[in-house]
């Protein structure tokens, strides 16, 4: 073949290919669906397996609106896709994605409350603050509205709360049990004082506190340790979100790592701690959220029996006191057909009721304050102290778009002070810059 | 994007139906009448080349043409009505980033120290495991049986196994036995400067048993009179490994290297599940999924990649071409 005709058509494909990312789709409003009776299908996917409690607390949640006079009246049927995350929750994360680009997103999503700015400014979710009744709005806590510019994008299925929990026969036996039974959010403990407790721990137990750092590689290690970074004085990013460089490498960020560093360094807690010590009677404290309380009480009770309890986390010295919040959130997508009828299914999911019957599932708060009223903390139980804590001192985790690239940034932190070849200033200076280049991505 | 895709795909089209003209035009001119030419038999020949063709066009091709375009974009998974052309800025990107020593550069690092390591290590454990099983001997049906087994179980479950093995504190199999001998555990999946060996070591375990075969059937086919030639002429083992085995597996030996080669540059599974995201074991192919996935930086990532693909060629060829000369 003449070598023009290989080159002629070497050009055309080269061509093609110019234009082959103009025409990605996506963005396409999908037509509302209707059943044999003439019901509108809402579809919604969520991020858990059917047979887990929380899917099965959906499941119940949606068949009762199914049945429900609002069903009827407003002639709608939801429809559930239960598309279970993996542990990263990227699996479940690049399924929107696809979907967004293929316009094939459903009706109603869940989804992590710290992807809020990215979702809503990708168009994923839309905006609702119209389509939901300003009692509805209001009766949930501020902290746990899913917000952007102003705007409401979600509401939550629940809240969190993380604390310390611990073991009452350990810190008896250290005759440590006085110093911390009585304490409250509103006298929390010091990180001094945390640290000489840890101390006293030592020799006690097999490691004074488990902090979870084994899951340096998810985003459990940014969810349970930000609100330390937080009390130490420590910032993440400037109010809009774009600028990392002179927060996240901030002296007092830089020291706040370095004294989470000083703990493994010290014996407090490790990278290699086991995860089953504090539930096993052989780890005297233990970072988690609220969902270890049912597993505690459904499969722990013949090793911890009811003596246990949580503690706040431990204020910074000069008294800032932080701590973790935020869960998963039903939100809206953009590519709803029916608007009207997604919202009347919205506010059924987050009512009163299936909030109450969601967190008796999962053991984590209720966002909203008729569904706290509800369930009737007991002042003192391990419940009320995580309710306390999230009214008190209860952060949100960085608002900005760049949220993957910040966790990925906090735990790539964790994970180099693990490997312990730099100072914590160069890994955090190093990691800043990064970051920074992710953001400067988004400016462009 | 559909018609996009059916473009292109017609474009490879035109391109084999043109190489099809070439062939047959070719014949017909050809004065050397030895090869009798039949266009009927050509074009059934080509026919049954399309299936396998259009499967190539559509899950490889495709890709990479879309892949090489969005090298140049800022292309963001969640944005994909608003791509802009932004020339070579993320090019850009990856060299200021291996210049600051940021993850680019520890991946690339990474990626070299696996190829490195792993390509001999891999090979020499298939050729000395073929040799091994290509004895007469009794029972190497259940050696050959079970050097292969790691290739048929998935790389998530020998992966995942690994860890059990490795893992850190005295969770692990190995760190169990250990503390019982009174040593402290070791952290030998976290450990910055052994990490990557046992991902090596792991991989090259995995995949040896897969090459073995390869070189058993190019063992067989040496004619066994060479040795015994070798031996009248008095060379001793090495000699008749050097002199017959060596000349003898050339071709399987040069297609193995390409091919481990090449797998051992794409390797992502092991580091991601065994150690996860660390400065010390991310590998180039496993960054372009942290990129393109997690950040959703498809243009950034396809960058990546179209690099590793030109590094990636340039070695092959230039390993076809060293090894050809030799023969």
């Known amino acids: 073949m003449k070598k023009w005709i290989a080159g002629i058509l070497s050009a055309l494909l080269a061509v093609l290919m110019a234009f082959s990312f103009i025409g990605c789709g996506g963005g396409n409003e999908a037509e509302e669906e209707l059943d044999e009776e003439g019901n509108t299908i809402i579809d919604m996917m969520v991020h858990v397996a059917q047979q887990s409690a929380e899917g099965m607390a959906y499941s119940r949640i949606t068949d009762s609106f199914n049945s429900s006079d609002t069903a009827k009246e407003n002639k709608i049927k939801i429809r559930v896709d239960y598309s279970p995350r993996s542990t990263s929750a990227t699996g479940y994360e690049t399924e929107l994605g696809n979907m967004l680009n293929n316009g094939t997103l459903p009706d109603i999503i869940t989804f992590d409350a710290p992807n809020t700015w990215n979702y809503a400014e990708n168009s994923i979710l839309a905006d609702i603050t119209g389509l939901i009744a300003e009692e509805t709005q209001s009766d949930f806590f501020e902290i746990s509205k899913n917000t952007y510019n102003g705007k409401l994008y979600g509401l939550p299925i629940q809240e969190s709360s993380a604390g310390i929990y611990y073991n009452k026969a350990i810190f008896r036996s250290a005759g440590l049990l006085g110093e911390v039974e009585k304490m409250t959010v509103d006298d929390a403990w010091t990180m001094t004082e945390f640290e000489n407790i840890c101390n006293r721990l030592k020799g006690k137990c097999d490691l004074p506190v488990d902090l979870q750092l084994y899951n340096a590689n998810d985003e459990m290690a940014t969810y349970l340790l930000y609100p330390f970074i937080l009390a130490g004085g420590g910032t993440f990013l400037s109010s809009d979100g774009m600028t990392a460089t002179g927060f996240f490498d901030s002296a007092a960020t830089v020291a706040a790592f370095d004294r989470l560093r000083g703990w493994v360094n010290n014996g407090y807690t490790s990278f290699d701690a086991s995860n089953v010590g504090f539930y096993t009677g052989k780890i005297a404290m233990y970072l988690s959220s609220g969902w270890s309380i049912p597993e505690i009480r459904n499969q722990y009770t013949q090793q911890l029996g009811e003596d246990w309890g949580i503690l706040p986390y431990p204020k910074g010295d000069k008294g800032i006191a932080a701590s973790a919040t935020g869960s998963w959130s039903f939100g809206m997508t953009t590519q709803c057909s029916t608007p009207e009828k997604a919202a009347i299914v919205l506010e059924w999911l987050v009512s009163t009721d299936s909030s109450v019957a969601i967190t008796d599932a999962t053991g984590m708060i209720p966002a909203r304050r008729s569904a706290v009223e509800k369930k009737g903390y007991t002042p003192g139980s391990p419940e009320y102290v995580l309710y306390d804590q999230l009214n008190k001192t209860g952060k949100t985790r960085p608002g900005t778009i760049a949220y993957p690239e910040f966790s990925s940034r906090f735990r790539a932190v964790v994970n180099q002070i693990r490997e312990g070849t730099q100072t914590t200033a160069s890994i955090v200076s190093g990691q800043a810059s990064q970051f920074q280049t992710y953001l400067d991505r988004y400016g462009r | ?327």
């Not at chain 2, 879309?66 to 993320?90: E, H, K, M, R």
């Not at chain 2, 009794?138 to 196994?161: D, E, H, N």
């Not at chain 2, 250990?178 to 976290?190: D, H, N, W």
């Not at chain 2, 930086?297 to 000369?325: C, D, H, N, P």
């Open chain 2, 1 to 327: 994007m559909i018609v996009t895709s059916i473009a292109i795909i017609g474009v490879f089209l035109l391109l084999f139906a043109a190489f099809i003209v070439k062939d047959i035009v070719a014949a017909k001119r050809s004065v050397h009448k030895t090869v009798h030419y039949s266009v009927r038999e050509s074009i059934g020949a080509y026919l049954m080349l399309f299936p396998a063709l259009a499967l190539i066009c559509l899950f490889v091709l495709l890709p990479i043409v879309y892949s090489l375009g969005y090298a140049f974009t800022d292309y963001y998974l969640l944005s994909p009505n608003d791509v802009g052309f932004i020339g070579f800025d993320n090019f850009a990107d990856i060299i200021e980033n291996i210049r600051k020593h940021g993850t680019v550069y520890n991946a690339i690092i990474n990626t070299l120290k696996f190829v490195v390591f792993v390509v001999p290590l891999q090979i020499g454990m298939a050729l000395g495991l073929a040799m091994l099983v290509n004895k007469k001997a009794r029972g190497m049906g259940v050696f050959k049986v079970m050097y292969f087994a790691p290739v048929v179980i998935s790389l998530t479950v020998t992966s995942y196994l690994w860890v059990r093995i490795l893992g850190g504190g005295d969770s692990g199999l190995l760190n169990s036995f250990l503390v019982k001998l009174g040593s402290e555990p070791i952290s030998f999946l976290y450990d910055p400067q052994g990490a990557m060996y046992w991902i090596i070591f792991v991989s090259a375990w995995q995949g040896c048993g897969y090459q073995m075969l390869i070189f058993l059937s190019g063992l067989k086919g040496i004619d066994s009179t060479l040795y015994e030639a070798a031996e009248l002429d008095g060379a001793g083992k090495g000699r008749q490994f050097l002199a017959v085995t060596v000349p003898g597996l050339r071709s399987v030996l040069t297609f193995v290297i390409i091919t481990v080669f090449i797998g051992a540059c794409k390797v992502m599974v092991q580091p991601m599940l065994m150690t996860g995201e660390q400065t010390f074991t991310i590998t180039l192919n496993y960054l372009m999924y942290i990129e393109g996935y997690t950040y959703r930086w498809v243009g950034y990532s396809s960058a990546i990649a179209l690099l590793m693909t030109i590094a990636i060629g340039a070695i092959t060829f230039l390993q076809r071409y060293l090894l050809k000369e030799e023969d």
